[in-house]
């Protein structure tokens, strides 16, 4: 018999209280520091299409892998005169896969030097063929929606490989919010993309139990627990995203209510 996960109305508001306690460390510094991987980038002008794609293409690599070495290969790519077209997708797909590869693999934004050429390519073949090279006008043509650009990307797992994976394609809209002007008409459906970390946070705050980290769809469970603590307030679930991050990658350094029982 499958388990039922569902929270109490007196655990939610608990929750909810440490998790506004979270954010309010995560913004005054207090759960690590504040550098995030993606800080490594080469601070384009947020609203260039230049600055959309750096921040898409290598998000579809950032699958089992240090996202801090992975973002710093990013930008030591781009400014390297060498390799930086690999962010221009007409220039991409007109390459050989084993150019592409070579500039890929040159400061290791590639790590897997069959599999992530080849999905880097049918990114940029996706873009061109359908938006003009322009992730802006991916977003323009879904109307600013992350539901409709959800299942745009649902509906099109082919031509967004990896990206259409749940927690890197939510973590990637967040990222794009984060790091670009796009401004979405319903931010709030942005879930939580529970990574390891996340995860961990999570039992530490009593959403889940630690027995309950093996359990199938166990992403997708803690997904669904963060969107209904939010349900009804002004926060949205990937909001908590970074504070809980921070404060497991830290070792949870800084106590948080009442967790020691957690």
Known sequence: MNKTY???????????????????????????GKVMPEDANPHLQKDSDENYLYFTLPMALNYQRNSYKLWESAQKTY?????????????VVAM???????????YKIAIQPNKHPLIWMELCKTFISDFNGS?????????YSVEKTKN?????????????GAKIMN????????YTDVKFIDREKI????????????????????????????????????NSVFIGTNRCPIDIH????????????VKVGNTEKH
Not at 79 to 91: G, L, M, N, R
Not at 96 to 106: P, S, V
Not at 205 to 219: T, V, W
Not at 242 to 253: A, D, I, M, V
Request: net charge negative.
């Open 6 to 32: 569902e929270l109490t109305p007196d655990k939610k508001v608990e929750i909810l209280e440490n998790a506004e306690t979270l954010i309010k460390l995560y913004k005054a510094g207090a759960l690590g």
């Open 79 to 91: 400014f390297d005169a060498e390799t930086s077209d690999v962010f221009v997708p007409i220039k």
């Open 96 to 106: 050989e896969i084993d150019q592409l590869r070579e500039k890929l693999t040159k």
């Open 135 to 143: 992730v802006k006008e991916f977003f323009k043509f879904n109307h």
């Open 152 to 164: 745009y990307i649902m509906n099109h797992k082919k031509q967004f490989p990896y990206l259409s």
């Open 171 to 178: 973590y990637w809209l967040y990222v794009m919010e984060q």
């Open 191 to 226: 879930t939580v993309a529970p990574d390891t970390h996340v995860i961990q946070a999570s039992v530490k705050l009593g959403l889940i139990n630690n027995e309950d980290i093996n359990e199938n769809h166990i992403r997708e469970i803690v997904s669904d627990l963060w």
């Open 242 to 253: 970074t504070p809980l991050w921070l404060w497991s990658r830290n070792g949870f350094s």
